[in-house]
């Protein structure tokens, strides 16, 4: 299979793209304000059209807020961190990327101060990442590959089911246009990781097809001097063709396949570098791989309206080794949906069927205590956007789901957009969600499989109701555009599912007797100026259990102040910095951890039409959670390693040349 990767790279390379370059903004508005000079040079985010809702509205039309990392933040990204989408998320002040494993890298996506299982990500609206295979590597998606990222915050379980309590992410691939297209990238970073990555994407009259083909290797780096690598030996390839069928103007069917291979391996550095012995003898290793197909069929103007019906199957095989301790295990993960919409008058409607299937098999020599399991959810859902007058608009779903092991949920949802004025948008939005028991989650990933406990017959699933509200200003004072976005949220979840730890040291997954509360707020500027561009986020969330002790969810920064200001000599030069301060942030013993900050910055070169080159710095003051407390304690045979708050991979600089034809 790593034969037939690479090759596919070569023989993508074919085809031609014009050059685009971009600093991202790491959030975008709603209602931007429109521009024919800044250096945002997409179109007005007005116009960009929404696949998360499900009716394909523009982003100004919706009721609910929804921020959209467009295609040529895509592009620009590709050439800062090709090999995964986590530092453009980072990027965002509402959310935090959290690393789970010093070894192995891995990490998960906080929003809205939450766990990270409360986020759901979604690839084309479809969820592809759930139970085991939504804990390793997800990470791992080259910017390259995506047309745009969009991010809704808040409970949209009405339209996703369950998981989506805090938010969702979901990942839009690229499609053919009218021309075809060609990028080929290769970059390396002084924290020797090599990525080479190729696009290429053309229309052939009635039919089309899109091609990723991508190599990353890294070799495993002791940044702070421990004996234990703090950044894994990685060996991923990835290929991703779709296929597109335009069928006749109102019909089209995509078919589309994912492959991913990688190999992750960390630890000690001596048996890293084949110097084992009676000692030093600790290493961890992920090994997995990822296969999906998925199918979609598109047909417009049916009775008015617009049908869509898509699928997708997935297997995914995991070998984890900690020491002498293996999980072994294969996922087989099924969706299909049917969904209808229609605008009707002065009603926008939705309506469809889904279902979820999920099989877990303990694979020969696994080490863990988990059970097998078959999960199965069917459900229904209905949605109706309202117009009540042109500037008015309330929006109500309604969700049925049923759990083939945990039952039935219903789950209604509430929105509203009012616009009083052109330049001022004002949005509310009310819903319900759940999330069904899983022993593969973050918070387990985080502990670790070796003590964990299968789930117990009578563990119920979470629920929650949670509120949003956001309002947005645009205006210009003489030549300078400023856009002005306040967000509040608040989220109540009973019956929050927590390990717990019994005398013998043995973990069980266990509904607490209490709540979980997040209040947050959520604050941006944004101001341009010809071709400069500045960008200020603050977000402030308290987010804790209501028991006597009042405890802080671990890990979840209830101060994130973030900026970015951008510069660009058009057609040449592009010029970015930016940092980010994360405060208030706890631990597992509810022990305040150190703030601290972070700084990037960035310079790109755009040589004619065809080559840039860019020049990034991440982390450029080298903050590291290793300067402050030991990464592990206990003895190099048998480490404990600390859970991670911060970076611990240290300053880092790339240089990437990309080659557009």
Known sequence: MKRILLVAIVLSITGTIQAQNRVPVPVKDTLPAPSKDTISK????????????????????????????????????????????????????VIHIQNTSAVSGNNAIRMQGLDGKYTQLLRDGMPVYEGLSGNFGVLAIPPLDLKQIEIIKGSVSTLYGGGAIAGIINFIAKTPGNKPELTILANRSTLKETNVNAFYAERYGKTGLTLFAGVTTQNPVDVNKDGFSDVPRVRQYLLHPRFFWYINPQSTLIAGYTGTIEKREGGDMQVLEHQADNIHQYTEVNNSNRHSVDLQFTRKNLGGGALTVKGVGSFFHLQNDEGTFSLLGNQTSTYAEAAYNKKSGRHDWVAGLNNTGEIYRRAKGDSTLLNNYTYNTMGAFIQDGYHITDQFMAEAGLRADYHNVFGWYVLPRLAFVYKPIENISIRLSAGTGYKSPAVFTTQTQTIGYRNLLPLNAGVKSEKSQGINFDGNYRTNIGKVEITLNQALYYTHIKNPILPVADAK??????????????????????????????????????????????????????????????????????????????????????????????????????????????????????ARQGKNTPLYTGTVSNPTFAPLWGPIDGRTINLSVKFNL
């Open 42 to 93: 997409i179109s007005d985010l007005g116009e960009v059209v929404i696949s998360s809702t499900r009716n394909n509205s523009r982003i100004e039309d919706l009721p609910m807020k929804v921020e959209v990392l467009g295609k040529e933040e895509m592009i620009e990204e590709s050439g800062i961190k090709p090999g995964n989408v986590a530092g453009i998320l980072g990027d965002l002040s």
């Open 505 to 622: 040291n043995m973990v069980r997954l266990e509904n607490m007797p209490f709540a979980v509360n997040s209040l947050g707020t959520d604050t941006y500027l944004r101001m341009a100026l010809d071709h400069l561009e500045l960008y200020l986020g603050y977000n402030h969330t308290v987010s804790k259990y209501d028991n006597t002790a009042a405890t802080h969810v671990a890990f979840a920064p209830q101060d994130k102040f973030a900026s970015t200001l951008a510069y660009e000599i058009e057609e040449k030069w592009r010029f970015g910095i930016e940092n980010a301060w994360v405060g208030n942030q706890y631990d597992y013993n509810n022990q305040k951890t150190p703030n601290y900050w972070f700084w990037a910055a960035m310079i790109s070169r755009q040589f004619g039409e065809h080559i840039t080159v860019v020049l990034n710095g991440e982390n450029i003051f080298d």
